[in-house]
């Protein structure tokens, strides 16, 4: 799946903080996994701004493949499928949502 770079720093964001040592294992390989790499870092220069990040736009890098499975999976789908129970989701974790959740329409 491919992911962007607000889909990834977004996802960053809602994994859980905390939980059993087999889940924080598993948050913690998924920011490994999804996290920005020094070569991302420098090019795409994040800068955080007010409560807001931003970045230069480069098009090599913004979007990336990425393979979810299994717990990894089901950890995000989670979190998305919280958020939106408890009605936090915003606008910008549509595309998100729509890749980890099926929908029906």
Known sequence: MELTVLERIL???ILPKESDIIMIKTVRDLKDYVGFTEDEH???KFVQDEGSIKWTPNT??????FEFKGKASQVISE????MNKDKKITEQFISLHDKFIEVDN
């Open 11 to 13: 996802l960053l964001g």
């Open 42 to 44: 420098a090019v795409l």
């Open 60 to 65: 090599v890098y913004e979007s990336k493949e």
């Open 79 to 82: 979190a998305l499928i919280k």
